[in-house]
C-alpha cells in the first residue's frame, strides 16, 4: 500500500493528530501540528499575545487575522496578490514579532480574514532554524547546512 503523507503543521509543538483516507485504494495519511506562540508588535515587544498556530510547510508566509493584528497595533507595510483556489486575492503584508521555543524573532506576516486561525508558514521556520519532524509530531532543530 503507498502512503502519501501530506504536512500541515502549526504554532503549538504539543501534539500532531492525524486522519487517514483511501482515495480509489491509495491512502492518505493528513497531519495537523498545532502549537502555541507568542506574537507581538516589534515596536512594543513587551505586549504578547498568546495564539494557537497550525505549521503549514505548505505555506510561504505566516498569517494571522487582522483582528489579531490589529489587536497588537501591526500595521501593514504593503499589498499584495495571491494566488487561491479559483483566482486571486489581495492581503495586507506586514512584520510581527513571534515567539517560539524560547527564542523572539520578527518575521513576515498576512493579515488574514479576522477570525481565521493562525498558520505558521515555511519562512518563519527557517528564521526560527526549525523543521518538522514528521515521526514525532514536533518542531526541532533544523539541521543546517554551512553557506
Same mark, same amino acid.
Given at each position: 500500500m503507498l $502512503?502519501?503523507?501530506i504536512f500541515y503543521s502549526s504554532c503549538g509543538i504539543k501534539h500532531l493528530?492525524?486522519?487517514k483516507y483511501s482515495i480509489y485504494g491509495v491512502a492518505l495519511l493528513v497531519g495537523f501540528l498545532k502549537v502555541k506562540v507568542g506574537l507581538f508588535?516589534? *515596536?512594543q515587544p513587551d505586549r504578547i499575545v498568546e495564539v494557537e498556530a497550525l505549521v503549514d510547510t505548505g505555506a510561504v508566509y505566516s498569517a494571522v487575522g487582522s483582528d489579531v493584528l #490589529?489587536? $497588537?497595533g501591526v500595521k501593514p507595510l504593503e499589498r499584495r496578490k495571491f494566488k487561491a483556489f479559483g483566482g486571486f486575492v489581495e492581503r495586507d503584508i506586514? #512584520?510581527?514579532g513571534v515567539v517560539l521555543m524560547g527564542r523572539r524573532r520578527v518575521v513576515? *506576516? *498576512?493579515f488574514d480574514e479576522k477570525g481565521d486561525p493562525a498558520? $505558521?508558514? *515555511?519562512t518563519a521556520l527557517e528564521i526560527f532554524? $526549525? #523543521?518538522v519532524d514528521v515521526v514525532r509530531g514536533v518542531l526541532r532543530e533544523a539541521e543546517l547546512l554551512p553557506l
Open positions: $502512503l502519501i503523507f493528530s492525524c486522519t508588535n516589534p *515596536v #490589529e489587536q $497588537l506586514g #512584520e510581527v513576515p *506576516v *498576512v498558520i $505558521l508558514g *515555511v532554524g $526549525l #523543521e
